[in-house]
C-alpha cells in the first residue's frame, strides 16, 4: 500500500475540528488519529491492540523495527548515529546527557537561549563545572553579519521600540541568538549545549554553530531538537547528540529519542558517572536496542504513524517548505500591524512557536475568547512570559494558520 493510500481520510466541512496551537501535546494529523482508531481492538489483524502487545514479541518487534528504521531513514542518518528511545522527556536528558557525557573532567559549555536553555544549565551545575558559554539575557544588536541565525527575511516592517543601522535591536531578554564572536567555548570541555528551538521564546537556530571556528573542534555539539525535529530538512552529523520529547512533531507524550554518534558513549567516553542507574546508562540502552525495561510501546506506534505521514506528505523536504509558507504568512501579518508586538529578532524567528503581544493586558481575554469561539485553540502563551503563542509545527495546516490571521485582523479592526 502506498504512503498516500494510508492516509485516505479528509475533514469534510460538516465536522471540521478545531484549529489546535498547543506548544505540546500538540496537534495531530486526523488521519493519522483515524488510523489509530481504527487499529485499536486489532492491529493488523493480530487480534490485539498495539497496548496489549509484549514488546518482545514478533509482533510488536516488527513493528518496532519499521519505526526505527522510517526514523533513520527520514532523518538520513549514517550508520555511525544511532537511535535510542527512552522515557522522561527532553527534561530527564537534563541530568542524564552530563550523567553520561560529562567524563573525567566533568566541564560542559552551554549557550543560554531562554528558558529551557535555563533549566538544562540548571540541571547540569549538579553533576559539573558548566560554563555559560554564550547568553541572550541582556539586550544586544544581533542583526549584524557575524548573528548566527540566518532566517530570511519575514516581512518589511518591525515593530519593535528600537532600531539599530542594520535591523531593530533586540530589546527583550531571550530574543535572540548571541552573535558567535562573543561565544567563549572552552577547548577542553565535554561538550556544548544549545536548545535549537526555545519553545516559550519562539528563538531557533537555524544553522549549526561550526565548532572548529569557535576554537574547540574537538568539543561534541549537543542539541536539544524536541520541538523541531524533522520540521526541515537538517545535517545530523553536524551535533554529535541530539535529542527530544516526541510530543510535538513526533507523536504523543511518553516517547524520547536521542540521536547520537556511536563513538561518543564507546570511545570519548565510555562509562557513566558514578551512580547514573542502569537504566539510564546510554552504553546499556543500546546494547538492549532501547529495550532495557519495557519501553513505551503505544507512544512509539503512534510515532512510526506521524513518520508514514510525513512520508505521504512528500517527506521532510515538503515539511520544510509548509512549516515555511506558514511561518511567513503569520510573521507577515504580525509585522504589517502597528498593532501587534513580536519581540524575537527576527534573523532568530523561531518557524514553530510563534509569541506575540497586545497592546493592553485588558484584551487578551477577549482574544482568547473569540479565538476559542471560531475554533482556534490554546493560544495563551506561556505563564513564564505571557502574551499569546501560535505553535505550527508539522501537523498544523496552513488553513489553521490562515484562520489565525483572519482573526487577528478583525480583531484589530475591532480594537485598535
Known sequence: MSPKAMFPRAISPKAMRPFNFSAGPATLPESVLQRAADDMLNWHGSGMSVMEMTHRGPVYLGLFEKVMADFRRLLVLPEHYKILFMQG?????????????????????????????????????????????????????????????????????????????EGPVAIHPFSYIPPVEHWRVRPDSSYLHICGNETIGGVEFHQWPDMKSLGA?????????????????????????????????????????????????????????????????????????????TPPTYAIYLTGLLLEWIDAQGGVAEMGKR??????????????????????????????????????????????????????????????????????????????????????????KEHA
Not at 542524564?96 to 559549555?109: S, T, V
Not at 568539543?219 to 537538517?234: E, F, Q, T
Not at 507524550?253 to 542507574?277: D, H, K, M, W, Y
Not at 552504553?283 to 538492549?288: E, G, I, P, Q, S
Request: proline fraction near 6%.
Open 89 to 165: 522527556g527532553a527534561t530527564a536528558q537534563n541530568a542524564l546527557i552530563p550523567l553520561n557525557l560529562l567524563g573525567e573532567n566533568r566541564k560542559a559549555d552551554y549557550v543560554n537561549t531562554g528558558h529551557w536553555s535555563t533549566k538544562s544549565i540548571s540541571e547540569a551545575r549538579q553533576y559539573g563545572d558548566v560554563h555559560v558559554a554564550a547568553s541572550a539575557e541582556s539586550p544586544v544588536d544581533c542583526h549584524g553579519p557575524s548573528a548566527l541565525a540566518v532566517t530570511p527575511s519575514l516581512g518589511t516592517a518591525h515593530n519593535s521600540s528600537s532600531r539599530g543601522p
Open 217 to 293: 573542534p574537538n568539543v561534541p555539539l549537543i542539541v536539544d531538537m524536541s520541538s523541531h525535529i524533522l520540521s526541515r530538512p537538517m545535517d545530523m552529523t553536524q551535533m554529535d547528540l541530539a535529542y527530544g520529547g516526541a510530543q510535538k512533531n513526533l507523536g504523543i507524550a511518553g516517547l524520547t529519542f536521542v540521536i547520537l554518534n556511536e563513538s561518543l558513549i564507546t570511545q570519548r567516553v565510555n562509562a557513566p558517572l558514578a551512580g547514573c542507574p542502569t537504566i539510564f546508562d546510554y552504553r546499556k540502552v543500546l546494547a538492549n536496542d532501547s529495550m532495557f525495561n
Open 323 to 412: 512549516n515555511a509558507e506558514k511561518a511567513a504568512l503569520l510573521y507577515g501579518a504580525l509585522d504589517a500591524s502597528a498593532f501587534y508586538q513580536t519581540r524575537v529578532a527576527k534573523n532568530a524567528r523561531s518557524f514553530m512557536n510563534v509569541p506575540f503581544y497586545l497592546p493592553d493586558d485588558r484584551l487578551y481575554e477577549p482574544f482568547l475568547a473569540g479565538a476559542k469561539a471560531r475554533g482556534l485553540l490554546n493560544l495563551k502563551g506561556h505563564k513564564a512570559v505571557g502574551g499569546l503563542r501560535a505553535s505550527i509545527y508539522n501537523a498544523m495546516p496552513i488553513q489553521g494558520v490562515q484562520a489565525l490571521v483572519d482573526w487577528l485582523n478583525e480583531f484589530e
